[in-house]
């Protein structure tokens, strides 16, 4: 059994960057905003939480500043399409590609230098049980807290009277605007919030996956996280199964490149998460209307309240 539990250990951790990230964009775009800069919010988060830890010494100060700083270019993203009506796929593509410059030009210095792993959140007695143990009671904070904003983000989205008012905005805008509900308002802070997190799930990369700073050590999993977005259907539970599978697609190419299983080149298994995501996205298109029709109906389009 170690060598299931080792490798299903891997898969949660390869599927918690893609969940803190795919939550906090999925919360944006129930409220009616895509933002396609996921990759570039989650390079800066890496980076800042990397050199914070690095130079303090405290994991929680670079936690916190990787989410400040996911959260201060979801705040530049906010500013430019919803108060400056700019066009919210060229905002986030060019979100993207600043990310990926600041953190090269930021990390320079850093590259290559390891820094202390997230310590474990070890539980005597319940840690050491044989299986459950490490799969339950073994992982770091951040992992937890992946999954307890899951459940948080579907009881806030189904439940409450302020997850209503934000999945109007999303739906129908000129009628939340109508009823009296600050739209823009709404949408900021549910960029914001996609921001914090694309900063958290960042940090989990440098701090806890791969304890050291690599540039564009994302790769490519803030376009997955957009992917997962579509693939559950923009359903909090949905997102929950989606980022574990593609985290299982991960490590299994890894599995499979290590011992050798096919004939191919390892470049070949290394694309196998990114044409799962391909395919998954091609069979969404390709479904029924349904599925299509479940994106908010306002999703990506510009909202000016009337004067």
Known sequence: M???VATTVSVISAATPLLLAANGELVAEKAGVLNLGVEG??????VSGFAVTLITGSA???????????????????????GLMANQV???????????GVSSLVGAGFVGTPVERLPRLDIP???DLPVLGPLLFGHDALVYLSVAMVALTAW??????????????????EAAHALGYPVIAVRFAAVLFGGVMSGLAGAFLSLSYTPMWVEAMTAGRGWIALALVVFAAWRPWRLLIGAYLFGGVTILQLHAQGLGLFAVPS????MLPYLATILVLTLIAAGSGRRRLDAPACLG???RPPA
């Open 41 to 46: 919010m989650m390079l800066v988060g890496a």
């Open 90 to 100: 060229a905002t986030g593509l060019a979100l993207t590609i600043f990310g990926v």
């Open 267 to 270: 470049q070949v298994l290394s």
């Open 156 to 173: 806030f989205l189904g439940r409450t009277r302020a997850g209503m008012i934000l999945r109007a905005c999303g739906e129908n805008d």
């Open 301 to 303: 389009r510009p909202f």
């Open 2 to 4: 170690d060598p299931i």
């Open 60 to 82: 929680t100060l670079g936690i916190l500043a990787a989410a400040s700083a996911g959260a201060l270019l979801a705040l530049l993203f906010g500013l430019l399409t919803l």
């Open 125 to 127: 007695g319940l840690s």
